[in-house]
């Protein structure tokens, strides 16, 4: 039999997320974002939960957009990097993809181009990383026009840098950009907030807003966890305890002997690590859940199991299951612990860690 290292993936929380995102948005629209395989919780699997929900889907690149095609929705698919290649403006065209704009180059192989996709232009309100500058905008749109692309274009794009922190006024200096670049345009649609953005009070939410993180349960938010803002869980990444020992005062345990115990201790291993994608750099205290109660890591992680604490949980015992992250622990917690973002742990479980879709956690 195989190991029971898996990932739960409720889908009745995916969409009610996505709808406390349609709630938060007001009078826009929400497109969902699923890109990076839907935040590691399979791109199929996710599209088809939303598919009667989300009027629209985004993506980074166009072989997501494909797979998309591939598994039969015929949703409209937003390339938010646009195409890396000419030769790729064809297909987005014939299989109705509407792509990203955010550069001089783009706008070289529109030119060549025999079928012109819908597009979006990109504006740099402050992000720096792609898009045209607000006054450079008129020259652009004027460039579409003189070769007869204006009727292409559907709307304008840009990224908030800072919406995770409440303390900055950032956000609100990029949506005052957007709003005045985009002024002598008011029938073209426009699109800014992203997840973060959903959580201020009296943002601005423009045509469509692009809810991603959040639909999956975790925080876009600093200091704060999913389950704090109103958002369910969608992942549960559970595990077997395997086994079970009691060490002594001044014995260690993994690699490093990086934790010794001061007192009799009882350990238990859990058949999960960094090669499942559990973060190496998640030591010692790092919460998990096992048997009714929280315990805690102690040492390091190894490519293939965990030590847990199980002081406070005095009834577990080898072939419990362990819960990593999920309903009782927040993954935003974990990544804290780990010293990155939620956003990086659920891309990063790995291939050999099965999704298994609509059925709940059994050790929880």
Aim: one cysteine or more.
């Amino acid at each position: 039999m195989p190991r029971k290292t898996v990932a739960h993936i409720d889908t009745a929380a995916l969409r009610y997320n996505y709808r406390l995102a349609c709630s938060l948005s007001g009078p826009a629209r929400a497109m969902a974002v699923i890109k990076a395989d839907g935040y590691g919780h399979g791109i199929r699997e996710v599209a088809r939960a939303l598919a009667d929900d989300a009027p629209k889907f985004a993506v980074a690149c166009i072989e997501e957009a494909l797979a998309l095609r591939e598994a039969g929705f015929r949703h409209p698919v937003v390339l938010l990097q646009g195409v890396h290649s000419a030769d790729d403006l064809a297909t987005c065209a014939r299989e109705g993809f509407e792509v990203v704009v955010h550069s001089d180059y783009q706008l070289c192989w529109l030119e060549g181009a025999n079928e012109v996709p819908t597009l979006w232009l990109k504006v740099n309100t402050g992000m720096n990383r792609l898009g045209f500058p607000p006054g450079g905008l008129p020259d652009v749109m004027a460039w579409l026009k003189s070769h007869s692309m204006d009727q292409k274009l559907t709307g304008f794009v840009t990224h908030f840098a800072c919406a995770d922190d409440p303390a900055s006024d950032f956000t609100a200096q990029q949506t005052r950009v957007f709003a005045e670049t985009l002024a002598d345009w008011p029938s073209l649609e426009k699109s800014a907030c992203n997840s973060a953005a959903h959580f201020r009070a009296g943002q601005t939410m423009f045509d469509w807003s692009r809810p991603g993180i959040m639909l999956y349960g975790a925080s876009p938010m600093l200091a704060k966890t999913g389950p704090q803002l109103g958002l369910k869980p969608v992942m549960t990444l559970e595990a077997q305890l395997t086994a079970e020992r009691t060490l002594q005062p001044g014995e260690s345990v993994g690699y490093g002997c990086s934790w010794t115990a001061e007192r009799e201790t009882r350990m238990g291993i859990v058949a999960i690590g960094y090669g499942d994608g559990y973060p190496r750099h998640a030591g010692t205290d790092t919460p998990a859940w096992v048997a009714g109660n929280r315990i805690r890591l102690i040492g390091r992680v190894s490519m293939d199991m965990l030590a847990v604490d199980l002081t406070g949980a005095p009834e577990a015992s080898p072939g419990d299951i362990v819960e990593l992250w999920g309903p009782h622990v927040s993954v935003d917690e974990i990544a804290h612990h780990a010293g990155t973002i939620a956003y990086e742990l659920l891309t990063g479980i790995t291939a050999r860690v099965p999704r298994l879709y609509d059925s709940p956690g059994s050790g929880a």
